[in-house]
Nanobody
Framework: VQLQASGGGLVRAGGSLRLSCAAS????????MGWYRQPPGKQRELVAA???????NYADSVKGRFTISRDNAERMVYLQMNSLKPEDTADYYC????????WGQGTLVTVSS
């Protein structure tokens, strides 16, 4: 399993970022995929998930601000993050839901106040 997230960076509060994740080594089209994040000093949490058919769910903390999407043909998962807050600062990872043991490369999002 290879999962490579990209698109993170430094942004001011209220700004936007779009994360991308390339997946390989899994049966992508039938898996529920998700974006997870791990804030500094805290545990990793699931923030958004999307089924193969495009139905999505979000953690309350990001609902209305984040949008998850996927391209099954390209084996890609995306996370559009708007109205970012300092508390969104974290390493972001994509993985299946439930997650596989291999986490792959995350991408750091830093939101300044």
């Amino acid at each position: 399993v290879q999962l490579q997230a990209s698109g993170g960076g430094l942004v001011r509060a209220g700004g936007s970022l779009r994360l991308s994740c390339a997946a390989s080594g899994i049966t992508f089209s039938i898996n529920v995929m998700g974006w997870y994040r791990q804030p500094p000093g805290k545990q990793r949490e699931l923030v958004a998930a999307i089924t193969s058919g495009g139905s999505s769910n979000y953690a309350d903390s990001v609902k209305g601000r984040f949008t998850i999407s996927r391209d099954n043909a390209e084996r890609m998962v995306y996370l559009q993050m708007n109205s970012l807050k300092p508390e969104d600062t974290a390493d972001y990872y994509c993985n299946a839901v439930p997650h596989k043991n291999s986490w792959g490369q995350g991408t750091l999002v830093t939101v300044s106040s």
